[in-house]
């Protein structure tokens, strides 16, 4: 199975500031690899498809990069509503496996 | 505007069976590919099954494989996860979710599924 290292677990970062969110894939996964943010109590919802591309409607304050086996999900001038958290997903073979989670809250 | 409801959920006790739905609506369901990911209480989120198109291939995960069963009635724009020999470590909230190309686009707001005596 492909593992999906997510790092950090969790982050306390201010208004404004730029976050980096980082999976790692245990295998090659080409750019099968997509991003979601879940709130409390909600269900999860699509932010970066195929490693960078920004999902309709998802502000473009978020962006998605890769490096070798590093697939990042950047936030720019973080505002309160990007609080939660954050999954990656690979989607290159079955088992499809998630990342840990990350959850971002505002100091 | 794309719609998935969840239900059939509930209370359940260890080794029972129970029986999830999902209606699907706002697009044309036989055209996607289907799934369902679970989220144990507090836990992070795990895929548990696929179904293509046409209900023709099915992929799950080791743990559920050959106790749930995926399947899809396209005429009735239905997902169904039959759950069988049900364990406590499969409490979890259930999730539909509409598969677009490599990542899931769509999803329901969950049921819950509770497996305890």
């Known amino acids: 199975d492909i593992q999906m290292t997510q790092s950090p677990s969790s982050m306390s970062v201010s208004l404004g500031d730029r976050v980096t969110i980082t999976c790692r894939a245990s295998q090659d996964i080409g750019n099968y690899l997509s991003w979601y943010q879940q709130k409390p109590e909600k269900s999860p919802k699509l932010m970066i498809y195929g490693a960078t591309n920004l999902e309709d409607g998802v502000p473009s304050r978020f962006s998605g990069s890769r490096s070798g086996s590093d697939y990042s999900l950047t936030i720019n001038n973080l505002e309160s509503e990007d609080t939660g958290i954050y999954f990656c997903l690979q989607h290159k073979q079955y088992p499809l496996t998630f990342g840990s989670g990350t959850k971002l809250e505002i100091k | 505007e794309v719609q998935l409801v969840e239900s059939g959920g509930g209370l359940v006790q260890p080794g029972r069976s129970m029986k999830l739905s999902c209606a699907a609506s706002?697009?044309?369901?036989?055209?996607?590919?289907m799934a369902w990911v679970r989220q144990a209480p507090t836990k992070g989120l795990e895929w548990v099954a696929t179904i293509s198109t046409s209900g023709g291939s099915t992929y799950y995960r080791d743990s559920v494989k050959g106790r749930f069963t995926i399947s899809r009635d396209n005429a009735k724009s239905t997902l169904y996860l039959q759950m069988n020999s049900l364990r406590s470590e499969d409490t979890a909230t259930y999730y539909c979710t509409r598969r677009d190309g490599y990542c899931f686009d769509y999803w329901g707001q969950g049921v819950m599924v509770t497996v305890s005596s």
């Open positions: 706002g697009f044309t369901f036989s055209s996607f590919p």
